[in-house]
T-cell receptor, first 110, second 117 residues
Framework: QKEVEQNSGPLSVPEGAIASLNCTYS??????FFWYRQYSGKSPELIMSIYSNGDKEDGRFTAQLNKASQYVSLLIRDSQPSDSATYLC??????????FGSGTRLSIRP | EPEVTQTPSHQVTQMGQEVILRCVPI?????FYWYRQILGQKVEFLVSFYNNEISEKSEIFDDQFSVERPDGSNFTLKIRSTKLEDSAMYFC???????????????FGPGTRLTVL
């Protein structure tokens, strides 16, 4: 059974600080990794995709991938109250399917 | 910016009734998907669809479920005889064809909240 694991949180971070979200996955052959943000009652919204080992930056967001450790993370710099949401890690398990972790609830406190 | 749309936003039905959930994927996308999310639980894959046929389906996607692309724009999920446990948010997603076997980025619609009474 292929798995994507995330700490459910809640993770509480002061406004302006760095939020660090982590994810591990079980399938060594996975090639595509995604971070989605989901506000309560809404659909998943893509934040970033990453395919190669190392860091990928997009504005305040940095995704980090380490395939040897089967680990992917998301850093959010200068956290804002609007960043408060559930962050979903998703990993491909075949060419036509991705599987999601349970998500980490992030709360940015003013 | 192109987006995936879904109708209706909320569907209430009686147990045993048939429901059809509709989606309009992003126009140049070739892969289509349905996911569901039971309240408080993770997003679960149901089915993927490419070139007018199912590419992959999960064990949730049993004989009560079917998908169809009836025309060039719509993608539908039908549940033949709804059960109480089918109550969930149903999300449609689409992606451009993946290259070299890799999964391309999936963009999600706003979802249909299905309530089975």
């Amino acid at each position: 059974q292929k798995e994507v694991e995330q700490n459910s949180g809640p993770l509480s971070v002061p406004e302006g600080a760095i939020a660090s979200l982590n994810c591990t996955y079980s399938d060594r052959v996975s090639q595509s990794f995604f971070w989605y943000r989901q506000y309560s009652g809404k659909s998943p919204e893509l934040i970033m995709s990453i395919y190669s080992n190392g860091d990928k930056e997009d504005g305040r967001f940095t995704a980090q991938l380490n395939k040897a450790s089967q680990y992917v993370s998301l850093l959010i710099r200068d956290s804002q109250p609007s960043d408060s949401a559930t962050y979903l890690c998703a990993v491909d398990s075949s060419a036509s399917k991705i599987i999601f972790g349970s998500g980490t609830r992030l709360s940015i406190r003013p | 910016e192109p987006e995936v749309t879904q109708t209706p936003s909320h569907q209430v039905t009686q147990m045993g009734q048939e429901v059809i959930l509709r989606c309009v994927p992003i126009s140049n996308h070739l892969y289509f998907y349905w996911y569901r999310q039971i309240l408080g639980q993770k997003v679960e894959f149901l089915v993927s669809f490419y070139n007018n046929e199912i590419s992959e389906k999960s064990e949730i996607f049993d004989d009560q479920f079917s998908v169809e692309r009836p025309d060039g724009s719509n993608f539908t999920l039908k549940i033949r005889s709804t059960k109480l446990e089918d109550s969930a948010m149903y999300f449609c997603a689409s992606s451009e064809a993946g290259a070299s076997g890799s999964t391309d980025t999936q963009y999600f619609g706003p979802g249909t909240r299905l309530t089975v009474l």
